[in-house]
């Protein structure tokens, strides 16, 4: 069985003493805390709206103002406009956050934006923050606070390899993260297609509508998401071999995937960048609801799952990765793994792949250590998800 442990190189400045001062409520610690941590306003929020910070979500009710007792280090700030009218009932519009690092001390002001239906920073200056500082003790009880113990863990246990230089590198330019993606041109399809349903049916133009609406339907097939609202991760090869591979050798790499792995860890510069990527494209689409990062994440251990010499190679760096999906499948929700396995067995099928490799790498040298670290794992999904895998003699 796998041994449950915390997870690796957290650093938090927000001691056990701090978490009990949270949960045990005492006002006058608060307070004081409130220097060592970071405060969040958030001004304007309708009533209604979800909003959420890392792995903890709520409905905003009429006195919200933010969140206080914010430990520092990387956070994911989200929310979610809720139409609650009539003809709508109660529906939910796309997702929006932002990834932010924070330091002690710091102070954030969002507004919401009626027009846009979107919470966004506001530029303060030293002494607009002085006066928000100052106003603190009464602004308190507006402000909910940072919800410690396990949420704060298993934030941690999912995003502990990203830095600030893979945020940089990875999330888009705009520095919104969104469910829904911009397209260019949709302002100009949908002008055509308010045009094309006013235009009057009669015999002889029903072959024209047709044809606008099959045009229509090509415009939106090649419509681009706008410039700046994607993450940029990085591109996996589907084949890559060597310069001058004989037919032998692209068979190998077709089959042992080390090559590629290699190629994309020269580009990044270190193993930590990949990491971060396996970590931060999972946390993308499992908080922000953004599809391309469940593609990315399944992209990625596809192919450090059917690698044989980077197994010995890079012993570090799978060590890691074995702890990085095992926090995360702990914390995806069972219906989103019922999904997976009924529908195509992506997870069980890539795990298996490097259960079986492992078992084979096992007899060349490989850390005895990393195989018994593996060995485990696969026993803890048996056993707690009933995975089965079935490995061959090697």
């Given at each position: 069985?796998?041994?449950?442990?915390?997870?690796?190189?957290?650093?938090?400045?927000?001691?056990?003493?701090?978490?009990?001062?949270?949960?045990?409520?005492?006002?006058?610690?608060?307070l004081a805390?409130?220097?060592?941590?970071?405060?969040?306003?958030?001004?304007?929020v309708?009533?209604?709206?979800s909003?959420?910070?890392?792995?903890?979500?709520?409905?905003?009710?009429?006195?919200?103002k933010?969140?206080?007792?914010?430990?520092?280090g990387?956070?994911?700030?989200?929310?979610?406009?809720?139409?609650?009218?009539?003809?709508?009932?109660l529906?939910?519009?796309p997702?929006?956050?932002y990834?932010?690092?924070?330091?002690?001390?710091?102070?954030?002001?969002?507004?919401?934006?009626?027009?846009?239906?979107?919470?966004?920073?506001?530029?303060?200056?030293?002494?607009?923050?002085?006066?928000?500082?100052a106003?603190?003790?009464?602004?308190?009880?507006?402000?909910?606070?940072?919800?410690?113990g396990?949420?704060?863990t298993?934030?941690?246990?999912?995003?502990?390899?990203?830095?600030d230089?893979?945020l940089i590198?990875?999330q888009?330019?705009?520095?919104v993260?969104?469910?829904?993606?911009?397209?260019?041109?949709?302002?100009?399809?949908?002008?055509?297609?308010?045009?094309?349903?006013?235009?009057?049916?009669?015999d002889?133009?029903?072959?024209?509508?047709?044809?606008?609406?099959?045009?229509?339907?090509?415009?939106?097939?090649?419509?681009?998401?706008?410039?700046?609202?994607?993450?940029?991760?990085t591109?996996?090869p589907?084949?890559?071999?060597?310069?001058?591979?004989?037919?032998?050798?692209?068979?190998?790499?077709?089959?042992?995937?080390s090559?590629?792995?290699?190629?994309?860890?020269?580009?990044?510069?270190?193993?930590?960048?990949?990491?971060?990527?396996?970590?931060?494209?999972?946390?993308?689409?499992?908080?922000?609801?953004?599809?391309?990062?469940?593609?990315?994440?399944?992209?990625?251990?596809?192919?450090?799952?059917?690698?044989?010499?980077?197994?010995?190679t890079?012993?570090?760096?799978?060590?890691?990765?074995?702890?990085?999906?095992?926090?995360?499948i702990?914390?995806?929700?069972?219906?989103?793994?019922?999904?997976?396995?009924?529908?195509?067995?992506?997870?069980?099928?890539?795990?298996?792949?490097?259960?079986?490799?492992?078992?084979?790498?096992?007899?060349?040298?490989?850390?005895?250590?990393?195989?018994?670290?593996v060995?485990?794992?696969?026993?803890?999904?048996?056993?707690?998800?009933?995975?089965?895998?079935?490995?061959?003699?090697?």
């Open positions: 069985m796998m041994e449950e442990r915390e997870p690796s190189d957290m650093s938090t400045d927000v001691s056990q003493k701090q978490m009990a001062i949270v949960q045990r409520g005492d006002e006058d610690q608060q805390l409130l220097t060592q941590s970071a405060t969040l306003l958030c001004l304007d309708p009533i209604g709206t909003f959420g910070i890392d792995y903890q979500s709520w409905t905003t009710a009429q006195n919200f933010g969140v206080k007792l914010i430990p520092p990387l956070h994911f700030i989200y929310f979610s406009s809720t139409d609650r009218t009539e003809a709508a009932g529906a939910s519009g997702r929006t956050g990834f932010k690092t924070l330091s002690k001390g710091d102070i954030l002001v969002m507004r919401w934006s009626k027009d846009t239906e979107m919470l966004t920073f506001e530029d303060t200056d030293d002494e607009q923050l002085e006066r928000i500082r106003d603190l003790p009464n602004l308190d009880r507006f402000l909910g606070a940072y919800p410690y396990d949420t704060l298993t934030w941690l246990s999912l995003t502990n390899h990203i830095r230089i893979d590198r990875l888009p330019t705009s520095g993260v969104s469910s829904a993606s911009e397209l260019e041109g949709v302002s100009g399809v949908m002008a055509r297609r308010r045009h094309d349903t006013m235009e009057t049916e009669t002889e133009e029903v072959a024209v509508r047709a044809q606008q609406r099959e045009a229509n339907a090509e415009a939106w097939r090649t419509l681009e998401p706008r410039e700046g609202t994607c993450f940029r991760f591109e996996i589907r084949r890559l071999f060597p310069p001058g591979a004989s037919p032998a050798d692209i068979s190998k790499h077709s089959m042992d995937r090559f590629t792995l290699h190629h994309i860890l020269e580009q990044l510069d270190d193993t930590q960048a990949l990491l971060a990527e396996v970590q931060l494209s999972f946390v993308s689409f499992l908080l922000g609801q953004v599809f391309d990062g469940f593609e990315q994440w399944k992209q990625l251990l596809n192919l450090v799952c059917n690698c044989d010499d980077a197994l010995l890079y012993t570090p760096l799978y060590q890691q990765l074995i702890e990085i999906i095992h926090f995360q702990k914390e995806t929700p069972q219906d989103f793994f019922i999904d997976i396995v009924s529908s195509n067995n992506f997870l069980v099928h890539i795990l298996q792949e490097l259960f079986q490799r492992t078992a084979d790498m096992a007899g060349e040298g490989l850390d005895q250590d990393f195989v018994q670290q060995n485990g794992f696969r026993q803890y999904c048996t056993q707690h998800y009933g995975w089965t895998f079935e490995l061959e003699d090697s």
